[in-house]
């Protein structure tokens, strides 16, 4: 009887499947069908993007262009909801199977119509674009970045590992009077503590002269301590104080662990017993609040030293506040004279030609250009950088220079500025444009590890490969090309001069969040407030809680998720269990975490319904200790392609040795024992740091290790002298390895045959028997750091031939009484470190050695009583620390 009626069901659902069948295969079709007229619209968007701009443009226009855009997002969406379906498709054989097709069959039909309905009225929609695009004059443009007008080259690629003189371009031209006036009063004066206000508008380049005032060497010399913080608009006072007393602290070498449970009271008493002795300067930048003194004045202590707090403002109103109760000094920053802007443009615009002067054709024009830039160095670097990658064409550059007289008669002062802005946004390729963009995702003046932002946007879509580099190679040209053009600014370098961290200028974020708005590109929750949601959003970054704006947009469009939590209310269990649910469509998600929160708040256990997920970060903040444990079906997540857990760090589950496209996996001591057994077949990792080599069966998860032969970063600590051996045959095997960086008490027999002929970055952390001389072999290594190696020979005689080495740490690592440096050693090398040398008495420095050294810095030397001998021979030396 039971047979009997399974039978008749079987009668009944077997047509049902068959049906299912069909569509499924119709549908396979059809997505074929539309992503091609995917890549017709991305293509016609690059003409489209470029018209459509500008205060000038039809609104219609204006208002088609973005339906072509969110044409295309929904185009992007039914690809990922069809993939999801595909994704669940059962494939067991047998009887079982049948059955469990039978139920899935049920549960899939009617997503899939939907799926095909969608896919018909897309291409309907396709079909009304083709036909408006004639009407408006567009076409599908296949080129890479077409430019604004007729003429123009294409941009050249700059090397990024080149040097970064890009940051020092404003400081070079008009400061100097400013400069020398600011320094002098903080040289000089009386003891009371004194208030040292420095006033301008926005782009004037208050942060550029204030950097250059505190990092002046006369500066450095004359205080016990220097702390600079960046307020902005949206300060938090505890935050700020906490930072404050952090800095202090990591100068002295401590670093307390309680200061993250302090409250107000209890920081400003901490800041001001610190301070009780201590002559100091704080630098305050980019305040906005006239009471921010009143808030921060009780924990700047007047201990009658001459003591001094510079702060940096747009508004007069803070200076004002400053003078009831303080001593107070006020410069008002003018914009720059005509003959300076014309200076400053030409450094910028015509840095590349081989004597770097305007030719005298260029002269009027670029004169007439300068000067619409108001003084403001910001208005006049963007548009020198806009410039410097044109053709030098007069014709050219006086309908550039007529444009913007059209714009800027429109408004003045900050509007003004922001239109400049919007010019050197527009000249971009089309490319450059969505990685320009990213950045108002971020909040105000946050920095951004340039690393980061790079994996970024390669998964977001952003970076097309390049024949003969790698997508992050790709990336970083990007990069270069933006802070070339001073849209983007390099805020901190590596001795390579590749960019570490970077950010924009408040004004060029204001330009970036109107066209993020305008564009659909992205929207941000604040405590400010935030932007409409009306139209499809895409991307989404989220600093305060609020559910009535999250919940609207949720079964939305949203393909990227930024989460900055500040408090642990913010990401409650209810508010991550939507994440995982509601945005399905999930590529990107990123947690910047700066309270104590345990790991088990802010993930859930549907973490592997993200199937899409390409980029999940956690950045944590927070010093104090953490909680973790990721739930096993991180394992379902198979395009994913960079796992940073930060310091949630303790155990990986192994299901993370599933994840065959994972390139990138970071931690902070992380233990891969777990993973022993697979992590050889992640064939695909380039990058894992840092890992902590467990005494169970670390010799064979070191082993499996040489099997990653894209490994591009390593770093590995509590390495046993028993794992040497089986550890140097690994690193043989990773011929593309560019940085490594080992921790092990002992490298006894520590050597490899055929190490990695790439490798960049080398550092070794541990007692060495000899100095391994298969580092003489590397002849691309820029940076070499040496510690507790208890050399015996001095380690200068091996490595002073070295002609890429940049920069060389020698910190415990060697037991002689003397250094020697040798006319013609070292020829490049920037920056020397030498500390914890307890038996040198002597360092002997010959005429010619050292000849490009910058930064030299001594310390924990005991037995050393007198400055180097032939220091002075060191022409390029900057910064002597000792």
């Avoid at 079987?10 to 995917?38: A, V």
């Avoid at 080149?162 to 600011?182: C, S, T």
């Avoid at 998860?701 to 051996?725: A, D, T």
Wanted: charged letters at 25%.
């Amino acid at each position: 009887m039971a047979e009997m009626a399974v039978s008749l069901v079987l009668d009944q659902l077997i047509p049902l499947l068959r049906e299912e069948s069909k569509l499924l295969g119709g549908i396979h079709k059809e997505i074929k069908d539309i992503q091609n007229e995917l890549l017709y619209i991305q293509a016609f968007l690059k003409d489209a993007d470029k018209k459509a701009e500008g205060d000038n443009t039809d609104e219609g226009v204006k208002t088609w262009v973005k339906q072509v855009r969110e044409a295309a997002f929904r185009i992007e969406d039914v690809i990922d909801d069809y993939l999801m379906q595909v994704r669940q498709q059962p494939r067991d054989p047998g009887c079982v199977a049948l059955l469990r097709k039978i139920v899935h069959s049920l549960k899939v039909i009617i997503p899939r119509h939907q799926i095909a309905s969608e896919i018909q009225d897309i291409k309907s929609s396709v079909r009304g674009i083709k036909e408006r695009s004639e009407r408006y004059g567009f076409q599908a443009s296949t080129e890479q970045g077409s430019r604004s007008f007729s003429g123009s080259k294409k941009a050249t690629w700059h090397d990024p590992r080149r040097d970064a003189e890009y940051i020092d371009e404003a400081e070079m031209v008009g400061f100097e009077e400013p400069k020398n006036e600011l320094i002098g009063w903080l040289l000089e004066g009386r003891s009371e503590r004194t208030v040292i206000v420095v006033v301008g508008m926005g782009g004037q380049g208050k942060t550029t002269l204030a950097r250059k005032v505190f990092d002046n060497k006369k500066v450095v010399g004359d205080f016990d301590c220097r702390v600079w913080i960046t307020v902005s608009e949206s300060y938090n006072i505890e935050g700020l104080l906490r930072g404050m007393l952090k800095e202090l602290y990591k100068q002295k070498g401590d670093s307390p662990q309680d200061i993250d449970q302090m409250v107000r009271g209890s920081l400003i008493s901490a800041l001001r017993n610190y301070l009780q002795q201590k002559r100091y300067i704080f630098v305050f930048d980019d305040v906005w609040d006239k009471h921010f003194w009143n808030e921060i004045g009780n924990a700047c202590i007047d201990n009658k030293l001459g003591s001094k707090i510079f702060i940096t403002t747009r508004k007069k109103e803070v200076a004002t506040n400053c003078h009831k109760s303080s001593l107070v000094k006020v410069h008002d920053l003018q914009p720059l004279s005509e003959d300076q802007s014309f200076e400053l443009f030409k450094k910028k615009t015509f840095r590349s030609e081989s004597d770097g002067c305007c030719t005298n054709a260029l002269k009027e024009i670029s004169l007439e250009i300068a000067k619409k830039c108001q003084g403001l160095p910001l208005a006049i670097v963007s548009i020198g950088g806009l410039l410097s990658t044109k053709e030098k064409n007069v014709i050219e550059w006086r309908r550039f220079c007529k444009n913007m007289t059209l714009e800027l008669n429109k408004d003045s002062n900050l509007t003004g500025i922001k239109k400049i802005l919007a010019f050197s946004y527009d000249d971009l390729p089309f490319h450059l444009k969505s990685c320009l963009l990213y950045f108002g995702m971020y909040p105000e003046d946050y920095l951004v590890k340039s690393k980061r932002l790079i994996r970024q946007w390669i998964a977001e879509g952003f970076v097309k490969e390049e024949s003969g580099n790698t997508l992050e190679e790709v990336a970083e040209g990007y990069l270069t090309e933006l802070i070339h053009r001073s849209l983007v600014q390099a805020f901190s370098v590596r001795v390579d001069g590749k960019t570490q961290s970077c950010c924009v200028h408040d004004l060029t974020r204001v330009m970036i969040l109107e066209k993020c708005e305008a564009l659909s590109f992205c929207k941000q929750i604040s405590e400010y407030g935030h932007s409409s949601s009306c139209g499809i959003i895409r991307r989404l970054s989220i600093t305060t809680p609020s559910n009535g704006f999250t919940t609207g947009i949720e079964n939305s469009h949203v393909h990227s998720l930024f989460l900055f939590a500040y408090n642990s209310q913010f990401l409650n269990k209810y508010f991550v269990k939507r994440i995982f649910t509601k945005y399905r469509r999930l590529k990107v998600l990123e947690y910047a975490v700066y309270s104590e929160l345990k790991l088990s708040n802010i993930l859930h256990e549907n973490l592997g319904s993200l199937i899409h997920l390409k980029y999940l970060s956690f950045v944590n903040y927070y010093c104090g200790k953490t909680e973790f444990e990721l739930p096993k079906s991180i394992g379902m997540l198979q395009n994913l392609e960079t796992l940073d857990l930060g310091r949630y760090c303790d155990k990986i589950p192994k299901e993370v040795s599933n994840l065959r496209k994972l390139q990138h996996l970071l931690g902070i001591g992380m233990s891969l024992f777990p993973l022993k057994g697979g992590i050889g077949s992640m064939e695909s990792l380039q990058t894992l740091s840092s890992v902590r080599i467990d005494d169970d069966d670390g010799i064979e998860l070191i082993k499996e290790l040489g099997k990653l032969r894209q490994l591009r970063k390593l770093s590995l600590f509590n390495v046993k002298q028993v794992h040497i051996s089986i550890l140097s045959s690994s690193l043989n095997e990773m011929q593309h390895l560019e940085n490594l960086s080992i921790l092990c008490y002992h490298f006894t027999g520590f050597h490899l045959n055929s190490p990695p002929s790439m490798l960049q970055r080398l550092d070794l952390s541990g007692q060495l028997e000899k100095f391994p001389e298969w580092i003489l072999q590397l002849q691309n290594l820029v940076k070499l750091k040496l510690d507790s190696s208890s050399l015996n020979d001095d380690p200068m005689k091996f490595l002073e031939k070295m002609q890429n080495l940049l920069y060389l740490s020698i910190d415990n690592a060697y037991d002689g009484e003397s250094l020697h440096f040798h006319d013609g050693g070292f020829r490049n090398l920037k920056e020397l470190y030498i500390s914890q040398l307890y038996h040198l008495n002597s360092i002997v420095i010959d005429k010619g050695a050292l000849q490009s050294l910058k930064k030299f810095k001594l310390s924990d030397i005991p037995n050393l009583k007198t400055v180097p001998v032939g220091i002075q021979h060191l022409e390029k030396l900057e910064v002597l620390d000792v």
